[in-house]
């Protein structure tokens, strides 16, 4: 909403940078004796005097009022003066030459990259949906860090979404719902995350008033009429703890305060409560000068008034994620009523009301972060580092003088990229993904079709580098597959080890399906020479112990299977003179652990493909003809085929004696497919200490279909590792095949 919209006049149309020897000598923005904030605005004044904004509001009302908050929370010039800057490049013809030129490379960058950061924001809020606004919600957040190289346009974001609340309140009329609804659900979130509170606090209220301008009446109104009340409670409680702190000889400063109308009408929500019913609404905040000092303070006020034991907090021994440090506590104040008190050092303050602006509050913080906080996450830590990243930066401008910033810090948020699909989409990559990891990452398909990209418009090599920010384009072929130079590492042209491995997935299909195409040839042309061409694969199939034609190819393909094998099953059945059926088996030495045919000893026997039986699993033996006893599972659909055609053939088999040996079982896995399944998958089986001797895996839609054969004992260890696949996350089906 704060985009530069079409000049109210000519006077605003695009123009050259002003020049120190045109116009009012006074208003030189290259004067030395004016600062830096003082050259941007004189220099963009002209530029500005009848440009609107989005909003409606003044371009450079706009501007003056967000370099107002910066200064307020401490900026340095070089922010403050981005406010103006930022604006005025709309008005340029060449801005980063032109604002090179007068205010120097950094400054304009900022300013630039200041106006990038909305337009790809602006961009990114349009592709939210109503299933995944949590989630886009997060990626909004994650993108505005990701791709600031200068972190300080961060809070010049923020003053600028404070600025058009204030000024869509004043104008008295309604904001557009999504501004609104940005505002509460990005800005204010990513304002906390910075510990910019004070931003947060106001942004809060104002959009809650002007998305629920009946709710906000009627709370304010409460507080207006409870005000007098409050504030009395407030001055008699303060003065009562700044007596007492006097008397131990602790120098304080007591401060009192009352819920904001956004908070008050939260806690209403959460937890169903009528106006009446909300119960801390005061505060008192004690400033001391020592950690020692806080805790004494905590013990005068648990003096004078009695403590709600459920409602104390340090968050100095275990500061939260954002660095806030302070000691929390609930007592029963003046007339009983609950009253919370906060207790902190003004280290602790500062940081808490100006968090990145609280440059000298990190001095002794180094490189172990403010106070010695610990992230509760990964993001929580890259926050906190970016905390910090801006903190010296302004310490550095400080030492130069102010008169230019230091050299932009690196981006902790590097280890990730941020891009859009062009239904502004946010798909978050590893750093270094390439526009073939996007297409991958966007569907499976379109990853194997993949022939070119354009990022944000241009043509670009496949193995180009993504940086966040940027919006990717997929030229894809109406059918095809992926290059094999795509695994070659030394090319670049994948970094997720999740492409790589759709990739040779892809490749791994087509040589199975070459394999069983070998087969199928080979197959029929031994049935042509045989006279059987007429004979049903199926039965071919089945009789061969094998659970489709298309596993008979592929075995025969592959050379599993001997051909020879296949032409003495053909010859075999042939009918005999007698009208009989010789059954034609080889005795091999018993295993101890194998399978034992009753009533006949020492025959060789094989546990069937198709249905992989292991102990203790009912089961069925079939004599084939050239290769034993096939050992199946009483339940295998092969099997009772083979029970229906030949029953003369079947014969009662049993487990022999249990030994060491293992037993080859299928497991099927379905689940939704995400970047890491394969990999989580694979450290059950590793935790299982289970051997496995094949995979194959394919997508179809966001689903992945997983068929894993794996080394077993017995089926004992088989119902822990389902147990275990099954808590894996985005497991949806995990059984025995």
Same mark, same amino acid.
Request: hydrophobic share 40%; proline share 4%.
């Given at each position: 909403?704060?985009?530069?919209?079409?000049?109210?006049?000519?006077?605003?149309?695009?123009?050259?940078?002003?020049? %120190?020897?045109? %116009?009012?000598?006074?208003?030189?923005?290259?004067?030395?004796?004016?600062?830096?904030?003082?050259?941007?605005?004189?220099?963009?004044?002209?530029? #500005?005097?009848?440009?609107?904004?989005?909003?409606?509001?003044?371009?450079?009302?706009?501007?003056?009022?967000?370099?107002?908050?910066?200064?307020?929370?401490?900026?340095?010039?070089?922010?403050?003066?981005?406010?103006?800057?930022?604006?005025?490049?709309?008005?340029?013809?060449?801005?980063?030459?032109?604002?090179?030129?007068?205010?120097?490379?950094?400054?304009?960058?900022?300013?630039?990259?200041?106006?990038?950061?909305?337009?790809? =924001?602006? #961009?990114?809020?349009?592709?939210?949906?109503?299933?995944?606004?949590?989630?886009?919600?997060?990626?909004?957040?994650?993108?505005?860090?990701?791709?600031?190289?200068?972190?300080?346009?961060?809070?010049?974001?923020?003053?600028?979404?404070?600025?058009?609340?204030?000024? =869509?309140?004043?104008?008295?009329?309604?904001?557009?719902?999504?501004?609104?609804?940005?505002?509460?659900?990005?800005?204010?979130?990513?304002?906390?995350?910075?510990?910019?509170?004070?931003?947060?606090?106001?942004?809060?209220?104002?959009?809650?008033?002007?998305?629920?301008?009946?709710?906000?009446?009627?709370?304010?109104?409460?507080?207006?009429?409870?005000?007098?009340?409050?504030?009395?409670?407030?001055?008699?409680?303060?003065?009562?703890?700044?007596?007492?702190?006097?008397?131990?000889?602790?120098?304080?400063?007591?401060?009192?305060?009352?819920?904001?109308?956004?908070?008050?009408?939260?806690?209403?929500?959460?937890?169903?409560?009528?106006?009446?019913?909300?119960?801390?609404?005061?505060?008192?905040?004690?400033?001391?000068?020592?950690?020692?000092?806080?805790?004494?303070?905590?013990?005068?006020?648990?003096?004078?008034?009695?403590?709600?034991?459920?409602?104390?907090?340090?968050?100095?021994?275990?500061?939260?994620?954002?660095?806030?440090?302070?000691?929390?506590?609930?007592?029963?104040?003046?007339?009983?009523?609950?009253?919370?008190?906060?207790?902190?050092?003004?280290?602790?303050?500062?940081?808490?009301?100006?968090?990145?602006?609280?440059?000298?509050?990190?001095?002794?913080?180094?490189?172990?972060?403010?106070?010695?906080?610990?992230?509760?996450?990964?993001?929580?830590?890259?926050?906190?580092?970016?905390?910090?990243?801006?903190?010296?930066?302004?310490?550095?401008?400080?030492?130069?003088?102010?008169?230019?910033?230091?050299?932009?810090?690196?981006?902790?948020?590097?280890?990730?990229?941020?891009?859009?699909?062009?239904?502004?989409?946010?798909?978050?990559?590893?750093?270094?993904?390439?526009?073939?990891?996007?297409?991958?990452?966007?569907?499976?398909?379109?990853?194997?079709?993949?022939?070119?990209?354009?990022?944000?418009?241009?043509?670009?090599?496949?193995?180009?580098?993504?940086?966040?920010?940027?919006?990717?384009?997929?030229?894809?072929?109406?059918?095809?597959?992926?290059?094999?130079?795509?695994?070659?590492?030394?090319?670049?042209?994948?970094?997720?080890?999740?492409?790589?491995?759709?990739?040779?997935?892809?490749?791994?299909?087509?040589?199975?399906?070459?394999?069983?195409?070998?087969?199928?040839?080979?197959?029929?042309?031994?049935?042509?020479?045989?006279?059987?061409?007429?004979?049903?694969?199926?039965?071919?199939?089945?009789?061969?112990?094998?659970?489709?034609?298309?596993?008979?190819?592929?075995?025969?393909?592959?050379?599993?299977?001997?051909?020879?094998?296949?032409?003495? =099953?053909?010859?075999?059945?042939?009918?005999?003179?007698?009208?009989?059926?010789?059954?034609?088996?080889?005795?091999?030495?018993?295993?101890?652990?194998?399978?034992?045919?009753?009533?006949?000893?020492?025959?060789?026997?094989?546990?069937?493909?198709?249905?992989?039986?292991?102990?203790?699993?009912?089961?069925?033996?079939?004599?084939?003809?050239?290769?034993?006893?096939?050992?199946?599972?009483?339940?295998?659909?092969?099997?009772?085929?083979?029970?229906?055609?030949?029953?003369?053939?079947?014969?009662?088999?049993?487990?022999?004696?249990?030994?060491?040996?293992?037993?080859?079982?299928?497991?099927?896995?379905?689940?939704?497919?995400?970047?890491?399944? #394969?990999?989580?998958?694979?450290?059950? =089986?590793?935790?299982?200490?289970?051997?496995?001797?094949?995979?194959?895996?394919?997508?179809?839609?966001?689903?992945?279909?997983?068929?894993?054969?794996?080394?077993?004992?017995?089926?004992?260890?088989?119902?822990?590792?389902?147990?275990?696949?099954?808590?894996?996350?985005?497991?949806?089906?995990?059984?025995?095949?």
């Amino acid at each position: 909403m704060n985009q530069p919209a079409k000049p109210a006049t000519a006077h605003g149309a695009r123009q050259q940078a002003p020049s %120190g020897s045109e %116009g009012d000598p006074d208003a030189d923005p290259r004067t030395p004796a004016q600062t830096l904030p003082q050259r941007a605005r004189a220099f963009s004044a002209a530029l #500005l005097a009848d440009v609107l904004l989005d909003s409606g509001e003044p371009a450079l009302q706009h501007a003056d009022a967000v370099q107002a908050i910066l200064a307020s929370i401490g900026a340095d010039e070089a922010t403050r003066a981005a406010a103006w800057l930022s604006l005025a490049a709309a008005q340029l013809s060449k801005p980063e030459d032109q604002l090179s030129k007068v205010f120097g490379r950094d400054n304009a960058r900022l300013a630039l990259e200041s106006r990038k950061l909305m337009g790809v =924001f602006t #961009l990114a809020r349009q592709g939210g949906s109503a299933d995944s606004s949590t989630r886009h919600r997060e990626m909004l957040r994650r993108l505005l860090l990701a791709m600031s190289e200068d972190l300080r346009v961060i809070p010049l974001r923020l003053a600028s979404r404070l600025q058009s609340l204030r000024y =869509f309140t004043l104008a008295g009329r309604g904001a557009p719902e999504d501004f609104v609804q940005t505002s509460l659900q990005i800005w204010a979130p990513l304002a906390n995350r910075l510990g910019l509170w004070q931003i947060k606090w106001e942004i809060e209220d104002l959009a809650f008033r002007l998305d629920r301008p009946g709710e906000y009446a009627r709370i304010a109104d409460w507080m207006h009429r409870r005000g007098a009340e409050h504030e009395a409670l407030l001055a008699q409680a303060g003065a009562r703890v700044r007596e007492a702190l006097a008397a131990q000889g602790i120098e304080a400063s007591v401060s009192g305060r009352r819920k904001h109308a956004y908070s008050i009408w939260r806690k209403m929500q959460g937890k169903s409560l009528e106006l009446d019913q909300v119960m801390d609404l005061l505060a008192l905040r004690i400033v001391v000068d020592t950690v020692d000092q806080c805790y004494a303070a905590l013990g005068l006020v648990h003096e004078i008034w009695s403590p709600l034991e459920a409602e104390y907090d340090d968050y100095i021994a275990r500061p939260k994620a954002n660095g806030y440090q302070s000691l929390h506590t609930v007592v029963r104040g003046p007339r009983e009523l609950p009253l919370e008190v906060q207790i902190r050092t003004h280290a602790m303050h500062e940081h808490a009301e100006q968090g990145v602006a609280a440059h000298w509050a990190y001095k002794e913080a180094g490189a172990q972060g403010y106070k010695g906080v610990v992230a509760a996450s990964d993001f929580d830590a890259k926050v906190a580092l970016a905390r910090q990243l801006l903190a010296w930066r302004g310490e550095l401008a400080g030492e130069a003088g102010g008169a230019q910033a230091a050299p932009a810090a690196a981006n902790p948020f590097d280890d990730r990229v941020y891009v859009l699909t062009p239904q502004a989409r946010i798909l978050e990559l590893e750093s270094g993904s390439t526009a073939v990891d996007f297409a991958y990452a966007v569907h499976t398909d379109l990853g194997h079709r993949c022939r070119g990209a354009r990022v944000d418009g241009a043509l670009l090599p496949l193995n180009t580098p993504l940086r966040s920010g940027q919006t990717v384009e997929i030229v894809a072929a109406k059918q095809g597959g992926p290059s094999r130079d795509w695994l070659n590492p030394e090319l670049g042209f994948l970094r997720s080890a999740r492409a790589r491995a759709k990739v040779r997935a892809w490749f791994n299909a087509q040589e199975l399906e070459q394999t069983t195409a070998n087969g199928r040839a080979q197959v029929e042309r031994l049935l042509q020479r045989e006279g059987r061409s007429g004979m049903s694969l199926h039965e071919l199939a089945s009789g061969l112990g094998l659970r489709s034609p298309e596993h008979l190819f592929e075995r025969v393909g592959s050379e599993n299977l001997p051909l020879r094998q296949v032409e003495t =099953f053909l010859r075999g059945g042939e009918g005999t003179e007698s009208g009989g059926e010789e059954l034609e088996l080889r005795t091999a030495k018993a295993q101890p652990g194998g399978v034992l045919v009753v009533g006949v000893d020492a025959l060789l026997t094989q546990l069937a493909g198709c249905c992989k039986p292991a102990p203790p699993d009912a089961i069925c033996g079939f004599v084939t003809r050239g290769r034993g006893v096939s050992v199946h599972r009483a339940d295998c659909s092969n099997a009772r085929n083979l029970r229906q055609r030949h029953p003369e053939r079947v014969i009662p088999v049993t487990w022999g004696a249990r030994d060491s040996g293992v037993y080859a079982v299928d497991l099927m896995v379905e689940a939704a497919d995400r970047h890491g399944l #394969l990999r989580d998958i694979s450290e059950v =089986f590793s935790k299982q200490k289970l051997n496995v001797i094949g995979v194959r895996t394919q997508s179809r839609g966001d689903t992945a279909h997983m068929l894993f054969t794996v080394e077993l004992p017995g089926l004992e260890a088989l119902s822990s590792a389902l147990a275990q696949l099954r808590e894996v996350r985005g497991v949806r089906l995990a059984r025995r095949r």
